[in-house]
């Protein structure tokens, strides 16, 4: 079993096509894969997307794109109830739409992407209100601080198989270099290219 976190937020929301990638892959030695997709919501990414957008970081813009990471990580949390095909869907037609670009949260736009994928809106409002899903995303964050993750696409690889009680951060990370991790280390017992890779202890 290979078990991988992705953080993901409103600047890499097509980090679900890792997945794809991934299970359309010849994928080293039949793999089992299970995926987990995680919000970032800290002060440091916050800051990369102002720095990204060239806004000045001010109270008033800093609040704009706090708001819409906030929102758009208990939408993200809200659907996956709906299941992973639903929750890729959203993710990508949310990457496409002027929330993602614009760090302008609305809900009718939100509705909008329910409706263009056939998601159930009610079942959607009712738990993006419930504390279930403002606990599981508190619980996200602290996975997010626990691994020290200001940045996406970042993705935390697990498994018993390959790496024993060790895991890894890939940042800027693919399909492409999940594989290689995996290729090097069964084949070689090395980590191949490690500029971008941290070891760290689940």
Not at 37 to 50: D, E, G, H, M, T
Not at 57 to 73: H, P, S
Not at 142 to 151: A, E, F, G, L, P
Request: charged content about 25%.
């Amino acid at each position: 079993m290979l078990e991988i976190f992705v953080f993901c937020g409103p600047e890499h929301l097509c980090d679900t096509l890792i997945e794809d990638e991934l299970r359309a892959s010849d994928f080293p030695f039949n793999t089992p894969l299970r995926f987990s997709y995680i919000p970032v919501i800290n002060n440091k990414y916050v800051s990369r997307i102002l720095a990204k957008q060239k806004m000045v970081e001010n109270v008033d813009n800093y609040n704009q794109i706090y708001r819409c990471v906030y929102n758009l990580a208990l939408d993200i949390k809200a659907i996956q109830v709906q299941g992973n095909k639903c929750l890729k869907n959203f993710m990508h037609e949310l990457y496409r739409s002027n929330v993602a670009h614009d760090y302008c949260y609305t809900r009718d736009e939100i509705e909008e992407i329910l409706e263009r994928i056939g998601a159930d809106l009610e079942a959607f409002w009712t738990n993006r209100n419930s504390d279930w899903v403002r606990s599981s995303l508190a619980t996200d964050q602290q996975i997010v601080q626990k691994y020290h993750i200001d940045n996406t696409p970042s993705v935390a690889v697990f498994s018993e198989t390959y790496f024993g009680d060790q895991g890894y951060i890939l940042h800027d990370c693919d399909a492409g270099r999940i594989i290689d991790l995996i290729k090097n280390y069964k084949r070689h017992n090395r980590l191949g290219d490690t500029r971008t890779l941290r070891i760290i202890n689940p």
